[in-house]
């Protein structure tokens, strides 16, 4: 068991494209994501992952007041580097078991971010899992690599 960092946010929103909410706890379905979330389905990106560490930078670079949830990420991590975790590896978090899918996306147009500072973490920086194992998730919780 090798523990690598925690969770500090659980973050939703009913619809794509806006800024997610933290949330208590998170209820992550097997093979679908976090429910209730607009970007859960069967589908290879059901959960986002985004370190506080990358939000910090975008605040260091002129953002103002960034916070969990404003890059759209699901679980905002702190003390793992995310990008640097292969494809196919397997996380545990909180009561779910997760596999790593991609490592940045395509950047959506007309990014408020990058239009405020002129860059954005999460293409570079963010991670997408698949549910393998479903639970709760909530801050404070621990992620392990399997």
């Known amino acids: 068991m ?3 960092g ?3 946010s659980i973050n939703i929103s009913s619809t794509k494209g806006v800024i997610k909410k933290p949330i208590e706890k998170g209820i992550f379905i097997e093979d679908f994501g976090l429910e209730n979330d607009a970007h859960a389905g069967k589908w290879h990106r059901q959960v986002s992952l985004l370190a506080k560490e990358s939000i910090e930078k975008m605040n260091d ?4 007041d960034l916070t969990y949830g404003n890059f759209a990420e699901n679980i905002t991590t702190e003390g793992i580097v995310l ?4 494809v196919g590896t397997r996380l545990e978090i909180g009561e779910t078991v997760q596999e790593v899918t991609q490592i940045g996306k395509e950047c959506h147009k007309g990014c408020k971010i990058k239009e405020l500072v002129g860059d954005c973490v999460m293409p570079r920086e963010g991670i997408f899992t698949r549910i393998i194992k479903g ?3 909530k801050p404070g919780d621990k992620i ?3």
């Open 83 to 86: 990008f640097e975790i292969p």
């Open 2 to 4: 090798n523990i690598i």
């Open 6 to 8: 925690k969770v500090v």
């Open 135 to 137: 639970g709760t998730i």
């Open 61 to 64: 670079l002129g953002a103002k």
């Open 144 to 146: 392990v690599v399997l």
